[in-house]
């Protein structure tokens, strides 16, 4: 077996590692990107065949981002209720997780929020977490999440430029600081994390100073920024949610649900559309750097583990018995807006049966090569258009 490269901080994100971490321990971790409704149902896809495999209770850490934090929240929530058997399949996997998520998808919260927020009390953020609470997560806290995996729900701090982490143990900002224990609710923790800019951000979350461990921020914990933060999409920082699991995790298996930017010959010059263009452009950027980060530090042996993207095509991953996945149809399924608005009942299905065969394909190519392929598709019928 050849060596292994030495670790290099070169490929590392720019914020420093959590407490305690330096090279990365054996262990999983799963990433998912943000994309909306879209993003949301491509992870569930995934989650799916990760399931037959066995593999959900070899995952150390679940880290997150805007719409792929509603398909963690969901999981985590109900992680106490999967019923894993001896192979480690959970038994209610469709009642725990498929059928909450397509109800959220059925439900448009984006534009009624917006609406609502402009014409009536109460903010636009406000009423998104309002429609997440009332569909997914009821009153919940991060406190009934479980201890593992450890579910990591990622916003972007406006104040300080980094990552504001959710989780069970703490809330965190390297700069800020840290607060243990944290009782915020499971709804506002996801509405932060895909409080998409310009129309869903920001959310204000009201802290008291006393809360924060002492001394646990790198220069900024002092007020006001220990007594609020302004939060939006944590896909502004890392639209792959692959930081709170990089520097901590050797095997990463990353789900990308991101969309693409097209070109647009005449873009629009008044200033809600340009500005809208001009985000785009940025977010694919820091997800095209996160991703040739990652897939560079595959080759270099940096780190094992898969990557499936909802822009990838399945042949080039070179399985004779992966699932027909025309790369025609599977675009037109990448192509589905990035918003929180309802989609019919088939146009769900197809994009978790398109999010189920490229995981398939990534973890049989790179993972798990003796896993028996899978029969069909979830939903046989539906397909992929």
């Known amino acids: 077996m050849p060596d292994m490269p030495a670790w290099s901080d070169e490929f590392a994100p720019v914020s420093p590692p959590e407490p305690g971490s330096g090279k990365p321990e054996v262990g999983t971790a799963l990433c998912l990107s943000g994309g909306g409704y879209r993003a949301m149902l ?29 398909t963690a929240a969901v999981l985590a929530l109900n992680w106490g209720k999967l019923q894993f058997d001896a192979s480690g399949v959970a038994l209610r996997f469709q009642e725990c997780l498929m059928e909450p998520v397509r109800r959220m998808a059925s439900e448009t919260i984006d534009s009624s929020s917006i609406v609502g927020g402009v014409l009536l009390p109460g903010t636009i953020a406000e009423r ?113 949610g692959l930081e709170t699991a990089w520097r901590r995790y050797q095997t990463l298996l990353v789900s990308d649900g991101g969309g693409g930017t097209p070109d647009e010959p005449t873009p629009h010059t008044d200033w809600p559309r340009h500005v809208y263009r001009v985000l785009s452009l940025m977010d694919n950027q820091v997800g095209a750097l996160r991703k040739r980060m990652l897939i560079g530090s595959y080759k270099l042996g940096l780190r094992t583990g898969a990557y499936w993207g909802i822009r990838s095509d399945i042949a080039n991953y070179a399985l004779p018995d992966a699932l027909p996945c025309p790369f025609s149809k599977t675009l037109a399924i990448a192509n589905t807006p990035t918003r929180l608005k309802a989609l019919d009942s088939v ?39």
Request: aromatic content about 12%; some cysteine; overall charge positive.
């Open 128 to 240: 998104v977490q309002s429609a997440y609470r009332k569909t997914l997560f009821g009153d919940a806290t991060l406190q009934d999440l479980p201890d593992r995996p450890r579910f990591v729900i990622n916003a972007t701090n406006v104040q300080s430029k980094a990552l504001w982490r959710f989780s069970k143990p703490y809330m965190r900002d390297y700069r800020v600081g840290e607060v243990r224990n944290p009782r915020v609710s499971l709804a506002l923790a996801v509405g932060a994390s895909s409080a998409f800019p310009p129309f869903l951000s920001p959310v204000v979350l009201d802290l008291d100073p006393s809360w924060f461990t002492p001394n646990s921020g790198q220069d900024l914990q002092t007020e006001p920024y220990t007594r609020r933060a302004v939060l939006t999409d944590g896909g502004v920082y890392d639209n792959l």
């Open 347 to 385: 146009v769900q299905e197809r994009i978790v049966n398109w999010g189920y065969a490229i995981c398939d394909a990534a973890m049989r190519r790179h993972c798990l090569p003796e896993a028996p392929p899978p029969r069909s598709f979830p939903y046989p019928a539906a397909g992929l258009g």
């Open 42 to 70: 491509f992870h569930a896809g995934a989650l799916w065949r990760l399931n037959e495999l066995g593999y959900l209770p070899r995952l150390d850490r679940v880290s997150s981002v805007s719409g792929g934090s509603i």
